[in-house]
Nanobody, 125 residues
Framework: QARLVESGGGLVQTGGSLRLSCAGS????????LAWFRQTPGKAREFVAG????????RYADFVKGRFNISRDNAKQMAFLQMHMLKAEDTAVYYC??????????????????WGQGIQVTVSA
């Protein structure tokens, strides 16, 4: 079955960097838009970044522009989220997601059918 598995989360100090990875399997990876969402307790899941099947264009939430970079490697069926200049408010569970839309990066979590289990990112002040 379709599966996404995140890795690379953990604890980092404010201003530090972290790279999340997402491994896909069981579906046609290169025919899906990939995105990262995040969620904190009591809040809705929010869009962070997305990338089309060709690795361009990309879309970012305003609160991560200039700090985060999303990329993908279709040959390895992997997606990545490189995070720099991390802030305490970036602390959340981060999820990798996929949708069958090829070239439109949707920021609504309800339109993504495939999800990873999530991984914790904690930024200490």
């Amino acid at each position: 079955q379709a599966r996404l598995v995140e890795s690379g989360g953990g604890l980092v100090q404010t201003g530090g960097s972290l790279r999340l990875s997402c491994a896909g399997s069981g579906f046609t990876f290169n025919r899906h838009v990939l995105a990262w969402f995040r969620q904190t307790p009591g809040k809705a899941r929010e869009f962070v970044a997305g990338v089309t099947w060709t690795d361009a264009p990309k879309r970012y939430a305003d609160f991560v522009k200039g700090r985060f970079n999303i990329s993908r490697d279709n040959a390895k069926q992997m997606a990545f989220l490189q995070m720099h200049m991390l802030k305490a408010e970036d602390t959340a569970v981060y999820y990798c997601a996929a949708t069958t839309m090829l070239d439109y990066i949707d920021d609504y979590y309800g339109n993504y059918a495939i999800w990873g289990q999530g991984i914790q990112v904690t930024v200490s002040a």
